[in-house]
Nanobody
């Protein structure tokens, strides 16, 4: 059974940085896609970035150049380094996973989700 657990969320001021982590267990697949999504109150869940098992990455335009998605060499932790944070980055951040060769930026593509970690950016 796949388990994902996010951590690292906090309250920071605009311009600050945070690194989110997503610890994965029960995920033995050789081909997979991992992703970060976020959801602000009253808004739909929004794709942030994806990491494929080939180590290719993709980013939403709103975070490109500020956020970096990565995975540790042991392949059991996914990271999201967030720099130059803005108030509009305030949201609950979720990691998601799906086995297989594809990476798609729609939340309905992913079968496994973490519980989320809150990021609040004040101006």
């Amino acid at each position: 059974q796949v388990q994902l657990q996010e951590s690292g969320g906090a309250s920071v001021q605009s311009g600050g940085s945070l690194r989110l982590s997503c610890a994965a267990s029960g995920f033995p697949y050789s081909a997979y896609c991992l992703a970060w999504f976020r959801q602000a109150p009253g808004r739909e869940r929004e794709w942030v970035a994806t990491f494929h098992s080939s180590r290719s990455t993709s980013y939403a335009d709103s975070v490109k150049g500020r956020f970096t998605i990565s995975q540790d060499n042991a392949k059991d932790t996914l990271y999201l380094q967030m720099n130059s944070l803005k108030p509009e980055d305030t949201a609950m951040y979720y990691c998601a996973a799906r086995a297989g060769p594809l990476c798609i930026n729609r939340p309905d593509f992913y079968r496994d989700w973490g519980q989320g970690t809150q990021v609040t950016v004040s101006s």
